[in-house]
């Protein structure tokens, strides 16, 4: 069984400071845990990790965040209050597409696209293909669709002759991967960012077959790394971590040998636990 997917954000040793920020600012704020390496909550029902991994990789804009609200003043007041320390992008305004709008970086580096709308609250993660991948969205959220199971492109939009970017570029999307939604775009501007391991996606597991793979899937003309990590064919960076990895950690009998024996591996092997 694979579960929700869940996403990681590198912090630089302030991990606990950028959730105790993000529960004064956000609606529907959770804790879930905290230890000195991590700490996880929820908000607007989708989980969050921060990790203390240090100065390595700072978090930028190729992926965001979509905080959809349909209270026009909650959707000002947190714009306000993410704000503060960060930068703007686009300025909370009117635009065609929603009467209120705005994406900017909060002082952590997290980008957020903050946007009124009807219906109800969501929290949507947004991936932007650039440089190299540019061009690619559409053909990245086919290929994720492929992979995992719960998974349907909802909508979609491309940039049609005469719009601000290349005709036939993927402009908007939705995609239902494992049952979470996530947006993706094209954009050929020249930005000095990519995808990078600031931020990450966590796929839990239960048995070796899963990990074996989701694995083999997604590193296929990518990149392996450490502890679980890897890097798809477009640099998306993702954990495959099988589910019994927090019983075993939180154990003090089996916690250090767990610790020792993950950190040596790539793919992570659970009877090597």
């Avoid at 069984?1 to 956000?26: D, I, K, R």
């Avoid at 209270?71 to 947190?78: R, V």
Wanted: overall charge negative; some cysteine; proline content about 5%.
């Amino acid at each position: 069984m694979v579960h929700p997917l869940s996403t990681c954000l590198w912090f630089n040793n302030n991990a606990l400071e950028g959730a105790e920020f993000y529960e004064q600012v956000f609606p529907e704020f959770k804790w879930i845990s905290k230890n000195p390496m991590a700490v996880n909550y929820t908000i607007l029902g989708h989980k969050f990790m921060n990790l203390n991994g240090g100065p390595g990789f700072p978090i930028n804009p190729s992926i965001s965040f979509f905080i959809q609200l349909t209270d026009e003043k909650l959707l000002e007041s947190t714009w306000h209050k993410l704000m503060e320390g960060g930068m703007i992008m686009m300025d909370f305004n009117t635009y065609p597409w929603s009467k209120k709008y705005g994406w900017g970086s909060d002082k952590f580096g997290v980008s957020w696209q903050l946007m009124l709308v009807e219906g109800e609250n969501s929290l949507v993660p947004s991936f932007m293909f650039v440089q190299e991948n540019v061009g690619k969205a559409e053909e990245a959220m086919d290929f994720y669709t492929s992979i995992f199971p719960n998974s349907a492109s909802l909508a979609k939009a491309r940039y049609e002759k005469g719009e601000q970017d290349v005709e036939g570029y993927l402009k908007f999307s939705r995609t239902q991967l494992n049952g979470t939604i996530f947006g993706a775009m094209d954009s050929s501007m020249k930005h000095l960012f990519s995808f990078s391991e600031g931020v990450s996606f966590v796929i839990v597991v239960d048995t070796q077959d899963e990990i074996d793979f989701y694995w083999d899937k997604l590193v296929a003309g990518g990149k392996e790394g450490k502890c679980g990590w890897l890097k798809d064919k477009y640099g998306v960076s993702w954990q495959i971590v099988p589910s019994i990895l927090p019983s075993l950690m939180n154990n003090p009998e089996t916690a250090p040998k767990t610790m020792y024996n993950f950190m040596q591996m790539t793919k992570f092997i659970i009877e090597k636990l």
